[in-house]
């Protein structure tokens, strides 16, 4: 008779075999849904690490490669819901000097193609008070495409969103200037009602 101890250490041994078997997926699908390497091994190691733990729920029969990326795709979804609750945190030695700002008086102001700064001034004041009550995802997608002129494929790289998140913001954007602005463009003869 097998001692109960060694039947469940070839039992563990076999099924960290089974689960080390399917780790190239598990770091392909890792990638996929983190499209970052280091992440992705980050991940991969992550559900790895509780399928090891939690050896014990897989039940014998269960095909392991669908139970594997269940927890990788489970672990994603945790991690992503923890990282967007909390805060960005930087951290800063304090002994990085900061760069000097302020502008040399013996240097003329020239505007550089592709700097929001130089577009902004060339706004009226009420334009620009309106455009800074908007929301800033939605100022940053307005700004882009109609002031920088730049494509929803830019705008999506630049915000790192898909392009309908773009779309949406873009819309959402321009309704609040318009609403914001209606006194403005009455006023200036822009209206067509």
């Known amino acids: 008779m097998v001692d109960k101890s060694v039947e469940t ?22 990638l996929r849904l983190t499209r970052n390497p280091t992440d992705a091994e980050d991940l991969t190691q992550n559900a790895l690490v509780k399928a090891l733990r939690f050896h014990d729920k897989f039940k014998e029969g269960t095909y392991i490669k669908a139970w594997l990326l269940t927890i990788l795709r489970n672990t994603f979804i945790n991690e992503y819901r923890s990282k967007s609750r909390r805060p960005m945190q930087v951290e800063l030695s304090g002994t990085e000097a900061a760069p000097n700002v302020s502008p040399d008086p013996k240097v003329s102001l020239q505007m550089v193609p592709g700097r929001r700064e130089g577009l902004l001034e060339l706004l009226e004041d009420e334009v620009r ?7 800033d995802d939605f100022r940053l997608a307005v700004i882009m495409a109609d002031l920088e002129d730049k494509s929803y494929k830019d705008i999506s790289d630049v915000m790192g969103c898909p392009i309908g998140t773009v779309m949406s913001r873009l819309y959402r954007g321009r309704k609040i200037l318009r609403e914001k602005l209606a006194g403005y463009a009455a006023a200036q003869g822009l209206t067509t009602k």
Request: aromatic share 6%; proline share 3%.
């Open 9 to 30: 250490s070839i039992r563990t041994s076999d099924f960290e075999d089974q689960v080390i078997s399917h780790l190239d997926i598990m770091y392909a699908v890792a």
């Open 129 to 135: 008070e309106a455009l800074d009550a908007v929301p």
